[in-house]
């Protein structure tokens, strides 16, 4: 069955560390990777999205994430987290016609 | 600035009522998805519309749970009756099923049954 996992529930950085999350897929055929945001009281907000090509990919607020398909993995990385990236972050793979399937999330938090 | 506009934001309701909650995607988008948002279960894909006919309620509780759209620019999503195991956030998403996009979520529904 089509899944993904998060790792970590809760991860901790200090400002201006940098920040690595872990997600892995699994998924028979190619997949299309999305990674979104949710800070308290809103809704998903799309970070970035994998779906073909090059396997670095650039999303807003200045977030990456690396696709390996040896690894299974879409890890989201940003060089120097700010305080106002604390927020729970989810990885999803995309099945057929738009439908989602979430990890479990990931809550950053961060401190000063 | 196009986005999937929810109502209400929060509801708080007695056991054994009805509650209907609203969405309206995002213009010119032909797919809708409503998810449920839980601590326990994360979140879960309840129902799924394309070009407003349902191809996928598998995740919907199908005794008390309805789910419709009405219109291109409405999708409800009914609970009757109502239990205090719905409390939960209901999101929904709206996309476009051409070409490969994203979803776009609406800010939710906080659902509190007493």
């Known amino acids: 069955a089509q899944s993904v996992t998060q790792p970590d529930i809760h991860i901790t950085v200090s400002e201006g560390a940098s920040l690595e999350l872990r997600c892995n897929y699994s998924?028979?055929?190619?997949?299309?990777l999305f990674w979104y945001v949710q800070s308290p009281g809103q809704g998903l907000q799309l970070l970035l999205k994998?779906?073909?090509?090059?396997?670095l990919v650039q999303g807003i607020k200045g977030f990456e994430a690396e696709f390996k398909r040896s690894q299974s993995s879409f890890n989201l990385r940003k060089p120097s987290v700010h305080w106002s990236d604390a927020a729970e972050y989810f990885c999803?793979?995309?099945?057929?016609?738009?439908?989602?399937?979430f990890g479990a999330g990931t809550i950053l938090r961060v401190k000063s | 600035d196009a986005r999937v506009t929810q109502t209400p934001r929060h509801k708080v309701t007695e056991m054994g009522q009805e509650v209907t909650m609203r969405c309206q995607p995002i213009?010119?988008?032909?797919?809708v998805f409503w998810y449920r948002q839980t601590m326990m279960q994360g979140l879960e894909l309840l129902a799924y519309?394309?070009?407003?006919?349902?191809?996928?309620d598998s995740g919907m509780p199908k005794d008390r749970f309805s789910a419709e759209m009405p219109d291109a620019t409405l999708a409800t999503l009914k609970i009757q009756p109502s239990e205090p195991r719905d409390s939960a956030v209901y999101f929904c998403?709206?996309?476009?099923?051409?070409?490969?996009?994203?979803?776009?979520f609406g800010q939710g529904t906080r659902l509190t049954v007493v």
């Open positions: 999803a793979v995309r099945l057929y016609g738009n439908k989602l399937v």
């Open positions: 998924y028979g055929a190619t997949p299309y």
């Open positions: 998403a709206s996309g476009l099923r051409e070409g490969v996009t994203e979803a776009f």
């Open positions: 519309f394309r070009n407003r006919a349902p191809l996928d």
């Open positions: 213009l010119g988008h032909n797919t």
């Open positions: 994998y779906f073909s090509g090059d396997t």
